[in-house]
Structures are given as C-alpha cells and as structure tokens.
C-alpha cells in the first residue's frame, strides 16, 4: 500500500543504526509507556474503536438523508484538518455529491464568517460543532453565530440538526449540548486532536459528506496490522522516522511535505500540524512546510534547485489518481501541444515528477524522501494517516519529544485574552 523511496544514499547507509532505539520506542508506542502516555489511545483504536457509536454515525447520515445539502462544520486545528483534508482528497474539490461541506470556527475572519452567513441563507443545513476542550475561542465565536443562524432558520427542529463532538463527561460544550438536546459523539480522553481523524472528529463531517467510512477505518486497521513490527527492514512509517532524525542531524531544518495535485494541499497542512504540533518543542525539530508541484516550481522550484540547501523534500506520490483523462489532439496544432496528444494527463504528471525528482536530488543535491500511496480512496486514507500518526510518534521519541502536548500554543491564547478582557 505505501512503499518508501529514500532519494539520498546516506539514508540508506545509517538507517539500521537506528535498530536499537526504534526498538524501543517502539515497545514504549505500543506498550504505552512513552512520554505522554496517557495519550496513546490512537495507537490501537483502528482495532479498538467505538462501534456503537460509528453504527450512530451511519444511522445518523441515513436519517438525514435528502434533508441536507450543506454540512458546516466548526472546529479548529485536530478538530477542522482531518476532515477537510480527507474530503479534498477522496471526493475532491468540485464533489459529485452535491453536499457542500463548509468549514468554520477555524478563524476569526469576520470576512469569512459573513461571507459563509450570507451564501448559506437559503441552504438545507446540518451543523457539527468539534472542540474537545469545548472552550476554544475561534470554535465558540463561530459557534454561536451559526446556532442562532439555524434557530433562526428552523426553530424547534433546530436541534435535530445540531451535532456536538466533545469530551464525553465535562467542558462548557458538552453542557450545553446536554442542555440543548443535541446528538452527542466522543473524543476519547486518551487521543488528542491532531491524532483524533478515526473518531467522531473525522468520521461524522465525512459520513454526513458521502465519504465510505468503513473502507476508511479497514484502511487504519490494515495499516495498524501492517505496521506492527519494530523491524526497519520492513516498516516504511519508521524508516521514514529514521530518515528525519538522520536529516535533522545532518543540519537539514526544514522539510517540504511536496504533492502533485491541488485536492492533496489539505493533507499537507494536516501534515504539518501532526509534526509541527508534535515536534517543535524545546527548540527542537524540523520545521514543516509544503509545496504542491507543479504549481509551486513556478514560485518555489528556483530556490529549491539552487538556494541555500537548509531542506529537503518528501514527496507524497499517489501512483493512481482518480479520474484521469487523455489530452485531446487538434488539427491545426496553433499551440505546438500536439506532441501529447493521445497520452494520459497522469502520464504528463508522473514525467514532470521523475523530473524533478531527477533535477532537484542529482542536480540540486536535496535529498528526497518519495511515499508512494497507490490512490486517492477513502481506504487509502485511512491507511496513509496511520503511517504519519506511526511515523510521527516515532521520530518524536527518537527525539526524547512528547508528541502528545502543545504547551507553546497557550503563550498566544494567554496574550488575547488579555486583550480581549477574558477573565
Ligand atoms: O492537536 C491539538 O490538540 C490541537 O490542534 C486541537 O485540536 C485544537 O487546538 C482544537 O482544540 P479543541 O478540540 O479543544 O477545540
């Protein structure tokens, strides 16, 4: 399902080396005795998950069926990206479902959250509200402007299209979800946001937005089977760990998470909030960033083939995109693009990737991380995020990182408040 290429001789060279510490952690992932390990339900939750509840999930999408049209849903960081990058990558932007899925509570734009009041008036809408601490301001702020929208526009029946994702015991969202008479979902105690895609978090804006969550989750539980073993021989999620930690020490301090289709973007910032989240603590760590080639080689490409070499890419490679298409021929040949007529716009793609993977690793000296994932379904996601939750705690651990807090988050929160006259 996901096979590894590491671009960069050296990679290869050191990587058993790591045989020993990877071990370990790996015993302390499984085990749960690493830092944080209080939350380390992830871990096993594609074979343990709540099955009452992802039946509710099912039985909810079907009750509401043909009453719907638009899905908001209000969250922020491991509470919004799963999702959306999920739907961008299965159904893709323009998706044949005819459910718009609108998300909010992500921002204080109040351009955006006008501009969203105003293009859903007249729209059939359901709405999810996500917060597992249940006080996030962004989330609280969009929150009760679009439930009064939807009492405004339903009145009592208002509540019926409610849905609260929260703690299952205590917070301000969780009261008042009980208060209100809203269908309630969990977010386990023991996964934190950026690891919480495979719970409610993910899988009710996805099943309400016609995304197969049974193949999603069987993708998580294959992947959980697969990469079981703390053998780097063998596991791609802990080779690509290693290869980090090798990188990092080289004195490589940034990495370009690469894709080479616009409905991939959102994995990338999902991507870089599990390892920009995880990771970046205690001055250390690899700075995440993204580009999407090859968009981005005619904005990014010339500092990548020859600036100042502080980076290295992994390219997520997705060997089988859906809908693919053949480049139409034209008699006249005006535009002299008659040399690709008849073949696959894949086959275009995959000629600009082994270029530049060719320019920017011989020529350009970068080297290259390439994740081959074989397509673009919901199973295959299932099995990619369980790679990068894999990979991610690992390379953590090799660290000596608790990949499970964000105490540098609250520094921000703590100055608005201030300024906003929160007590
Ligand atoms: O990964 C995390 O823990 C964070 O990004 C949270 O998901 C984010 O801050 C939102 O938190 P909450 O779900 O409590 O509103």
Redesign the pocket.
């Known amino acids: 399902m996901i096979n590894l290429d590491l671009r960069y001789a050296k990679l290869n060279e050191d990587l058993e080396s790591y045989q020993e510490k990877v071990s370990k952690a790996h015993k302390d992932l499984h085990e749960k005795t690493g830092a944080g390990n209080d939350f380390l339900g992830w871990v096993d939750w594609p074979l343990n998950y709540d099955k009452e509840e992802f039946d509710r999930i099912l039985a909810l999408t079907e009750r509401m069926k043909g009453k719907y049209d638009t899905v908001l849903v209000c969250?922020?960081?491991?509470?919004?990206?799963g999702a959306r990058a999920a739907l961008e990558m299965i159904n893709g932007l323009y998706p044949e479902t005819g459910i718009e899925v609108i998300f909010v509570g992500n921002t204080f734009s109040h351009t955006y959250i006008s501009q969203v009041l105003k293009h859903i008036q007249d729209k059939e809408v359901v709405l999810n509200v996500?917060?597992?601490?249940?006080?996030?301001t962004e989330?609280s702020l969009a929150f009760r402007i679009f439930k009064q929208f939807m009492e405004e526009k339903y009145g009592a029946e208002a509540k019926d299209r409610i849905y609260a994702t929260?703690d299952k015991a205590r917070g301000t969202l969780k009261d008042l979800a009980d208060k209100e008479g809203y269908e309630e979902f969990v977010?386990p105690d023991d996964i934190?946001?950026?690891?919480?895609v495979f719970t409610a978090?993910g899988l009710l804006p996805l099943s309400l937005a016609g995304v197969d969550i049974t193949a999603l989750m069987k993708g998580s539980l294959d992947a959980y089977n697969d990469l079981n073993t703390d053998d780097l021989k063998v596991n791609p999620a802990y080779q690509y760990a290693v290869a980090r930690r090798i990188l990092d020490n080289m004195g490589y301090k940034a990495e370009y998470f690469v894709t080479y289709h616009l409905q991939l973007t959102m994995i990338a910032e999902w991507w870089k909030?599990l390892f920009g989240?995880s990771e970046g603590k205690d001055g250390k760590g690899i700075l995440p960033t993204s580009a999407c080639f090859t968009t981005d080689l005619h904005s990014l490409g010339q500092f990548i083939q020859e600036g100042s070499k502080v980076e290295y890419e992994t390219i997520l490679y997705v060997d089988e995109m859906a809908d693919d298409m053949i480049f139409p021929s034209d008699d006249e040949d005006l535009d002299h693009m008659n040399y690709l007529a008849g073949k696959k716009l894949s086959w275009v793609s995959q000629m600009a990737f082994e270029g530049t993977l060719s320019a920017h690793s011989e020529d350009g000296g970068n080297p290259n991380i390439v994740i081959h994932l074989k397509d673009n379904t919901a199973y295959s996601f299932g099995y990619m995020i369980y790679f990068f939750f894999l990979a991610c705690g690992m390379t953590c651990y090799l660290l000596d990182i608790n990949p499970f807090n964000?105490p540098g988050?609250e520094v921000y929160k703590k100055k608005m408040f201030k300024l906003l006259g929160k007590e």
């Open positions: 969250g922020i960081g491991g509470s919004y990206l996500i917060s597992k601490s249940g006080t996030t989330t929260t977010i934190g946001g950026r690891y919480s978090v909030q989240e964000q988050v």
